[in-house]
């Protein structure tokens, strides 16, 4: 089976601040790792996602990620932040091949203030 | 191109009465998925249609729940009889290849009272 966890429930920044979002995950088969974004009021929208190949991946607005396989982690980076970015952040795993179902975390909240 | 649509946006029901979210996944995704989060832990998967078959309905908490879709195109989620529990907002997606990405519907809000 597999499990996300997102260390951090919430996380309030300042704007133009760095912030790390951490996304830990469990499986003991490839998978693909994803991050979702939820503005208020919106559905989920696909920030970023690693399927294979480079560990960096760069995503929309900004935000990227990178896959450590030694450490099962998925860590979601942005040296910048704006108060636009203020939003609930989902990490998610997926068994890789095939149409598989989403195994999301927790969600982070991401608060940035002025 | 649209994106996937789900209907109502809110829903506020009593205990014991009977709801049915509509989710329209984009036009020519075979896939169709339906999610849950209650109460603000982790969104959880319920089924996955692929045309109108069921491919995947582990994730269904209980036989008050019955997903349909009818034709292969839009599905329907009826929950006979609501319970408190069942309190949360429900997430339709729909993809189309393989490669993991989903689009998902901006979920429809459903409170049991």
């Not at chain 1, 499990?3 to 790390?20: I, K």
């Not at chain 2, 009889?81 to 993991?100: I, K, N, R």
Request: hydrophobic share 35%; with cysteine.
């Amino acid at each position: 089976a597999q499990s996300v966890t997102q260390l951090d429930s919430q996380v309030p920044v300042f704007e133009e601040a760095p912030v790390e979002l951490r996304c830990n995950y469990s499986s003991s088969v490839s998978v693909y790792l994803f991050w979702y974004v939820q503005y208020p009021n919106q559905g989920l929208q696909l920030l970023l996602k690693y399927l294979s190949g480079s560990t960096l991946v760069k995503g929309i607005n900004g935000f990227e990620a990178e896959f450590n396989k030694s450490q099962t982690s998925f860590h979601l980076r942005k040296p910048s932040v704006h108060i636009s970015d203020t939003a609930e952040y989902f990490c998610a795993v997926q068994v890789s091949g095939g149409y598989n179902k989403l195994i999301f975390g927790a969600g982070t909240r991401l608060a940035v203030h002025p | 191109e649209a994106g996937v649509t789900q209907f109502p946006s809110h829903s506020v029901i009593e205990k014991g009465q009977t709801v049915t979210l509509r989710c329209d996944p984009i036009s020519g995704h075979d896939n169709l998925y339906w999610y849950r989060r209650v109460m603000g832990k982790e969104i959880k998967f319920l089924l996955h249609f692929v045309k109108e078959s069921k491919q995947d309905e582990s994730g269904m908490p209980n036989n008050r729940f019955l997903a349909e879709r009818t034709g292969g195109t839009y599905s329907t989620l009826k929950v006979q009889p609501a319970e408190l529990e069942d309190s949360g907002v429900y997430f339709c997606a729909s993809s189309q290849d393989t490669s993991g990405r989903e689009y998902f519907g901006p979920g429809t809000r459903l409170t049991v009272t």
